[in-house]
């Protein structure tokens, strides 16, 4: 910011230019000489009248800065009045310069004076005791931004109650806001809050760190990948041991915060990620902490390799295919097709069409990782398991994550034996997987069309009504079993009037009759 000249009509606190300021006492001391109008006149006399001004607002500066440190040597003092006095030294050939460089020479100075005064300052913290050197630094540190007063950011320091404070509402509100006060302070500010965050994150209650769980990631983007390693994946550590209203509020941004880590962190926490599965506590709404823990882990195999995935994701993905709950079972079939999107765009090559039909040894992870899935599901005798497989192929073709080929070669002969289950909600699901086929038209060979348009015929003759409409949906046959006949319903309807309408005459005239009736004596 370069100083403005000055005017020569008026030297009062209106001629100033609107500056965005914290306080009109700073801007009184720090930035009288700054923001003025320009002026194309302007004598010796006044020059040398704000000479004098600047000089006096040089040392009041210096001294009110001097207060943000504890112990200031004599040599220090004195170091900072040689400088205050080299202005007075300089007076006569600064008034023999040009307003502009007059102005910019006391810019000059007070930078220089501002250097000096924490050079003298650091040096005389380096004399002391290890005890005091790390005090003073703590000082320091918390009080070298100069985005927000320094008054506002200590009392918000200093609002965060004790850990062992029973009345916990005003540290949870703290740690609501602490997202919007670390943004507003910047990254290069991270130093001093950091001890407050931490504070708050070992907080007594639960309520509390379920909030800072759930705003870890907006920390993590604010402070940048090298401090969220050293400061905030320790406190994720110790996130996923704790209560499972912490955990969830973690879980519901754990792509976020593993994307803003390095990938060498990033990597250790995929060592850590299945030990979300286990849980101390068993309650009603616990089947959405898995849920989420799904979506979640469909996002993080963007940021993973193949190998990753097949070791670590691969086997949560099957654990949570067999859950009770049939909503978890749904989003894990999700999970599970990306897991072999990811497989089969990784192995597979133009040339594994024709050789995969008599040797999968091309594809070794593939043809593993869908061994185990037809092994436990499609074959199973759970029939959730057999529903979960259809479904699970249902969402291969509908994700487009295995084009016709493929999914032909790895996954349709185990899904044909279904059409004939013995259970309506897997014959159901049969079809519904089938329906991205449009009969099995669009599958490229003759052999594989044709199986599957005669396993969907033979089901327009079911005896679950479901199953027959979904399969003439698949087959493109108009739904004929279910149409209403409007003419004969609206007759119906005339007829139902009727009666309603006679009976309540009826019933208007036995009520009258019957208060028309005398009593007998």
Known sequence: MEPSQMDDDSDDLSSYSPLIYWSAESFDIDLRSYGKSTATNYNSNNVKNDKNDVKKLVAEFLQRRSELFHDVSKQGVNDTETIVGKHSEYDSYIMEEDDLDELDGISDEISE???????????????????????????????????????????????????????????????????????????????????????????????????????????????????????????????MEDVEDVKLGLLNHLYDFFKLVTPATRQKLLSVLPNFLHSDVDTGRNWRYRYEYVRQCILLCDLFSMHDINEYLAAIALTLANDRISNVRKEATVLLAKILGKFVSEEWTSDCTDSCRTDMS????????????????????????????????????????????????????????????????????????????????????????????????????????????????????????????????????????????????????????????????
């Open 362 to 521: 091309f594809v070794p992870i593939t043809d593993s990782f869908v061994s185990d899935i037809v092994k436990g599901f499609a074959r199973s005798m759970n029939w959730r398991r057999r529903q979960t497989f259809a479904l699970f192929c249902e969402k291969s073709l509908e994700g487009e994550v295995l084009n016709y080929d493929q999914f032909s070669l790895l996954l349709l002969n185990d899904l044909i034996r279904l059409a004939g289950d013995s259970v309506a909600n897997v014959r159901l699901a049969f079809v519904r997987s089938l329906s991205k086929t449009r009969g099995g038209h669009a599958l490229p060979g003759s052999y594989d069309s044709s199986i599957i348009h005669h396993s969907l015929e033979t089901l327009l003759t079911d005896k679950d009504v479901d199953c027959r409409r979904a399969a003439r949906i698949s087959l493109g046959i108009p739904d004929t079993e279910n149409t209403i006949d409007a003419k004969s319903y609206a007759l119906r309807l005339r007829e139902t009037n009727e009666i309603l309408s006679v009976k309540y005459h009826m019933d208007q005239l036995m009520s009258s009759n019957h208060r028309t009736i005398p009593k007998t004596v």
């Open 113 to 239: 004076a501002i250097t000096v005064l924490s050079k003298t300052c650091l040096s005389a913290d380096s004399m002391g005791d290890d005890e005091d050197k790390q005090s003073t630094s703590s000082a320091i540190n918390i009080r070298s931004q100069m985005v927000i007063p320094q008054a506002l950011l200590d009392s918000f320091v200093h609002m965060v109650s004790p850990c062992d404070n029973t009345d916990s509402e005003i540290n949870r509100q703290c740690a609501h806001s602490f997202p919007a006060v670390a943004f507003t302070l910047g990254r290069n500010n991270w130093h001093c809050i950091m001890d407050t965050y931490k504070q708050l994150a070992s907080d007594m209650q639960w309520r509390v760190r379920q909030t800072v769980a759930s705003s870890i990631h907006e920390i993590a983007a604010i402070i940048g990948e090298e401090n969220a390693d050293v400061h905030l994946v320790p406190i994720f550590e110790r996130f």
